[in-house]
């Protein structure tokens, strides 16, 4: 990517991250934050996160060879719709939101042809919302998954692959239509589940609730308007995953009624080992040999 | 309880730590510790968790004011109708079992008059297995639920929770029906379910988990035998707790199915608050003002 301006609309966590990463790498860029609060946008300005702040989407991106879509997923329609007619020849535009088939849609349909899009998920958060928690190595070593679509632009995906590389990141293509569908598997199907496991608890239970079970439902510790959006905007692969978690239940069940001790102990382990297997697999890429 | 002999039943990774943690408080007990592998013991002299060893049932229990039991749950039963003869006047046999309905009926039916049983969980663990993961603090500011029943003499009763104080736990006292049904809810079905979580995810998904889903499934880790003993043990209840799941999943459905963003999003929050107000009532508990 040339060196140039990159727009960071919205300047939360994520957005306030990406400005401190391309500040803490040094990358030849002048870093625009767009947002709608001034007292947000004095606080990016503040850590360094950004160069220049902007209450105005349109001046907000014009001359940006890169703008980065940081908002809810569920104001990203509105946002390309007003940024469309202000992107320079040969803009890209990408994201990080959690979902990307609408996100696709609705970029290619609202982008002029002089401009680009490509969605990205790169894989990082924390249960804290807001630029005070924006870190310089939010992304380090977390894996970015990118999702063209036919209509992809090879050239610009490359280029947004290569600005999440030099932050840090490693990559992964997937359609948005995979994208989809994993992810609700492994990520928004237990985010769901992590809600429903306190949420069934009496008071009384609750009580007696150890390590594990903060464990297990940290993730319900996030912000609820994102993942209702990411749930509602996911929901025919967040009802697959329900689906495929019943019948897991149902086979658990079946081996609680049987008494089968050897299906059970082996359904376990299975679990377990595949954990294991998991974690081994994911210290191995954050430290590789 | 009066100073003499302890016999610990199995010197595992509770038994063992329970051996620290008696001579890291300087408790005034001999510790005797009872395994049928001569390596695990040798381990246990090793490492100062207990000061005699024995693989003789009888000959570890003889003499000793406290017998406690920690082995896997299945091996109960046995141990129990081992023992009895063997006990002392006034020897209080106490256990470590996560199921607790089971245990009090086995052990009021197999033990003499002469000796008392009190129900114990210590609820404190790790997914390490072994005297070589025990640690003199593993108890330290961890719950310990008693479970009393009907037969149960309150003067053991007082000396068993007095004994698990002297080792840094808090103390609640629960009827063994009240603590089985709890804890299917608040620890059984979290487990059963971090191994549903793992066991539905096909292999494309499971390269795509973050920090979250490994936070999630941290407690599909453990031991799968202890589980299987635990979840079959304890089927009514866990049947009763999948139940309760069912519920809170066929909700989130019904509120995707209707594209309620507003229920959705309260019933995200609430899960976020509860388990935010958790946590701090954990925090408070450890350090207190």
């Given at each position: 990517m040339q060196p140039g301006r990159i727009s960071i609309i919205g300047v939360g966590l994520l957005g306030g991250s990406i400005g401190l990463a391309v500040k803490s790498n040094?990358?030849?860029?002048?870093?625009?934050?767009?947002?709608?609060?001034?007292?947000?946008?004095?606080?990016?300005?503040?850590?360094?996160?950004?160069?220049?702040?902007?209450?105005?989407?349109?001046?907000?991106?014009?001359?940006?060879?890169?703008?980065?879509?940081?908002?809810?997923?569920?104001?990203?329609?509105?946002?390309?719709?007003t940024i469309a007619p202000a992107l320079a020849d040969n803009t890209i535009v990408t994201d990080v939101g959690s979902t990307k088939r609408s996100v696709v849609q609705q970029a290619e349909s609202a982008l002029p042809p002089h401009a680009s899009f490509v969605g990205s998920h790169p894989m990082a958060g924390s249960e804290k919302r807001g630029v005070e928690y924006a870190r310089p190595d939010l992304f380090q070593g977390a894996?970015?998954?990118?999702?063209?679509?036919?209509?992809?632009?090879?050239?610009?995906?490359?280029?947004?692959?290569?600005?999440?590389?030099?932050?840090?990141?490693?990559i992964t293509r997937l359609s948005p239509i995979d994208h989809d569908r994993l992810l609700a598997d492994v990520s928004h199907l237990p985010h769901a589940l992590a809600a429903a496991l306190v949420n069934l608890q009496d008071e009384a239970a609750l009580r007696l609730a150890g390590k594990g079970f903060l464990d297990a439902t940290r993730i319900a510790g996030g912000d609820g308007a994102l993942w209702r959006d990411i749930l509602l905007d996911n929901r025919d692969n967040v009802r697959d995953s329900i689906g495929r978690l019943r019948t897991q239940l149902d086979h658990l069940l079946a081996m609680l009624d049987k008494n089968d001790a050897d299906a059970l102990a082996n359904w376990l382990n299975n679990g377990s080992q595949r954990r294991e297997a998991l974690l081994k697999e994911k210290l191995r890429e954050v430290n590789p040999d």
């Amino acid at each position: 990517m040339q060196p140039g301006r990159i727009s960071i609309i919205g300047v939360g966590l994520l957005g306030g991250s990406i400005g401190l990463a391309v500040k803490s790498n040094a990358l030849p860029f002048h870093v625009v934050g767009y947002g709608h609060r001034r007292s947000t946008l004095d606080k990016a300005l503040e850590v360094g996160a950004i160069d220049e702040a902007s209450d105005d989407l349109a001046a907000a991106v014009s001359g940006a060879s890169l703008v980065i879509l940081c908002t809810p997923v569920l104001l990203f329609d509105q946002i390309l719709k007003t940024i469309a007619p202000a992107l320079a020849d040969n803009t890209i535009v990408t994201d990080v939101g959690s979902t990307k088939r609408s996100v696709v849609q609705q970029a290619e349909s609202a982008l002029p042809p002089h401009a680009s899009f490509v969605g990205s998920h790169p894989m990082a958060g924390s249960e804290k919302r807001g630029v005070e928690y924006a870190r310089p190595d939010l992304f380090q070593g977390a894996l970015c998954i990118t999702t063209p679509s036919i209509n992809t632009s090879t050239t610009a995906l490359e280029q947004v692959e290569q600005f999440w590389r030099s932050i840090g990141m490693r990559i992964t293509r997937l359609s948005p239509i995979d994208h989809d569908r994993l992810l609700a598997d492994v990520s928004h199907l237990p985010h769901a589940l992590a809600a429903a496991l306190v949420n069934l608890q009496d008071e009384a239970a609750l009580r007696l609730a150890g390590k594990g079970f903060l464990d297990a439902t940290r993730i319900a510790g996030g912000d609820g308007a994102l993942w209702r959006d990411i749930l509602l905007d996911n929901r025919d692969n967040v009802r697959d995953s329900i689906g495929r978690l019943r019948t897991q239940l149902d086979h658990l069940l079946a081996m609680l009624d049987k008494n089968d001790a050897d299906a059970l102990a082996n359904w376990l382990n299975n679990g377990s080992q595949r954990r294991e297997a998991l974690l081994k697999e994911k210290l191995r890429e954050v430290n590789p040999d």
